[in-house]
């Protein structure tokens, strides 16, 4: 650690996004993360999987995670499906040979202990401290002050924002009129199944293609074809131990009201209703579900945001740039933004110069992440293969804030040579 005094760094929200950025900045700085719900509430929320292409499972590993810490599954390859169990499409994928990096797949719950545990045990800096029950009232992006609804303050050299979609602290850096979420009129079904629970419901019977991993994991899509914009996503995580699906319905077709919210539960009955052409065993998937096990959440995002950054205050994850899951980038971007704040670990930043190197880490990650953001609702619609593969490789040739710095150096040195 260097001789200079370590800034006092706030970072509001302990999901992914914040957890991340407490790894990285611990390293020289005084992290304090505050979380505005309670520590029972958070072990209690329902998990999901989440995919890691080559750049976030490249991030995770520049933040000290292994696939090994987050359980992580190996993606091989991806297929589509029709409802008929046609094969649309099948692709083989060695990521490794093709980016550099694996394609993981991981249990939400997972990705968040395993950042939990490197960003507040003994290491590298100061262990980062994490409060809980403690909601945001009010920022002052520029004075670097926060206060609680609980009635208390504090003030810090850096404030980092990564308190997700709602975010509290995006009005003090932001318009909040340019933050209105605009949903995108499809919802998800969501549940998530153990494997052997899985098979003990085929027991005597082949499993289904699309659940058969023996060649290993892959990432399974199954179409309605038939213009109603219905589709189910499969894929393993946790070792192979759990399965995800994903149930996708146009808004229009809902008798349930849907939200942005993860936590509202979704009816086991209007989820088969929408999907009554598609394989039996689906069905039997479903059947096999309580009332508890399926979460319906209403695909949102919002316009890009002018500023990331405002004085000593920062937007990170969600609180930035939510997204559609169509291109499978919201967890990536949010480990790119974290680990982009090392920038701030230069013995050169301090509490008089921060806004200078927020305004060179929002250079690197304000285009990306828009260019991205946009792509995810692009995606939405019927993207020809060969436009959807150049997108995907432009998102996961990304190494870093160090080398995409200097890859913005050069295209600039280079511009000024040819004038």
Not at 172 to 183: F, G, H, I, K, N
Not at 383 to 390: C, G, I, L, N, Q
Request: aromatic share 8%; glycine share 8%; hydrophobic share 40%.
């Amino acid at each position: 650690m260097s001789d200079r005094r370590p800034l006092r760094v706030a970072i509001i929200g302990a999901g992914v996004a914040g957890l991340a950025a407490a790894t990285v900045l611990r390293k020289e700085h005084d992290v304090a993360i505050y979380e505005k719900n309670s520590e029972d509430t958070i072990a209690s929320e329902p998990s999901n999987a989440i995919g890691l292409g080559p750049n976030g499972s490249r991030m995770a590993q520049l933040l000290g995670l292994r696939d090994s810490d987050v359980q992580a599954c190996t993606i091989t390859g991806f297929k589509t499906w029709t409802k008929d169990m046609g094969l649309l499409y099948d692709q083989n994928m060695d990521y490794q040979r093709f980016t550099g990096s694996n394609s993981w797949t991981v249990y939400r719950r997972d990705l968040r202990d395993a950042l939990l545990s490197t960003a507040i045990r003994p290491g590298a800096g100061r262990p980062a401290a994490i409060v809980y029950g403690k909601e945001v009232a009010h920022v002052d992006a520029d004075d670097g002050f926060i206060a609680f609804k609980d009635g208390t303050s504090i003030r810090a050299d850096l404030i980092v924002g990564a308190d997700g979609v709602h975010s509290k602290v995006r009005p003090a850096v932001e318009d909040t009129t340019r933050a209105a979420l605009v949903p995108a009129n499809l919802s998800f079904y969501r549940f998530s199944l153990p494997y052997t629970h899985i098979k003990a419901l085929f027991t005597g019977k082949a499993l289904p293609m699309p659940l058969q991993f023996r060649s290993g994991p892959f990432l399974s899509v199954m179409v309605a074809n038939d213009g109603s914009n219905r589709n189910m996503v499969i894929y393993p995580c946790r070792s192979g131990k759990i399965v995800n699906f994903g149930f996708a319905v146009p808004d229009t077709v809902l008798k349930q009201p849907s939200s942005q919210s993860w936590h509202l539960h979704g009816s086991v009955s209007e989820l088969i209703s929408h999907f009554l052409d598609f394989p039996p065993w689906t069905h039997t998937l479903i059947h096999s579900l309580s009332q508890t096990d399926v979460r319906l959440y209403q695909v949102r995002d919002f316009d890009p945001l002018d500023n990331y950054v405002r004085g000593r205050t920062v937007l990170i994850g969600d609180a930035a740039h939510p997204m559609t899951p169509h291109m499978g980038q919201g967890t990536n971007q949010a480990l790119e933004d974290a680990e982009g704040l090392s920038i701030l670990l230069h013995p050169k930043v301090d509490a008089d110069n921060i806004t200078d190197h927020l305004y060179k880490w929002e250079a690197v990650r304000k285009p990306r992440a828009t260019e991205i953001q946009l792509s995810s609702r692009v995606a939405a619609a019927k993207v020809e293969p060969a436009v959807f593969m150049e997108r995907l490789r432009f998102i996961w040739d990304y190494h870093g804030i160090d080398d995409a710095l200097e890859k913005m150096i050069g295209h600039l040195a280079s511009t000024y040579l040819d004038r």
